[in-house]
């Protein structure tokens, strides 16, 4: 069975600096692609970033990097210069291969807060 787990720094200030990390375990065959997405209250989940196609969030450019080890299955979001909008439940998600069948995986999702 396939799960992504998440870890990492998740409480910070304005200015500040955090590191998640998002591992995918189980009977993986190949992780094609992976995504951070983030939910604030009251809003819809966005795209955060994007390791396939480089994708950001204009909200996030210039500040988060989403970087990956393929022999560890991880990748990672870095966030820079964080401000207190930044403040969300993030989740990783990776599209990931068994020998069985090709899907999309969820993290259990991760409430970062970032205060003033």
């Known amino acids: 069975q396939v799960q992504l787990g998440e870890s990492g720094g998740a409480v910070g200030q304005a200015g500040d600096s955090l590191r998640r990390s998002c591992a995918a375990s189980g009977d993986t065959s190949g992780v094609s692609d992976m995504e951070w997405y983030r939910q604030a209250p009251g809003k819809e989940r966005e795209l955060v970033t994007d390791?396939?196609?480089?994708t950001s969030a204009d909200s996030v450019k210039g500040r988060f990097t989403i970087s990956r080890d393929n022999a560890k299955n991880t990748v990672y979001l870095q966030m820079n210069s964080l401000k207190p909008e930044d403040t969300a439940v993030y989740y990783c998600t990776g599209t990931i291969s068994t020998i069985f069948r090709t899907s999309d995986y969820w993290g259990q999702g991760t409430q970062v807060t970032v205060s003033s």
């Open positions: 390791i396939r196609s480089g």
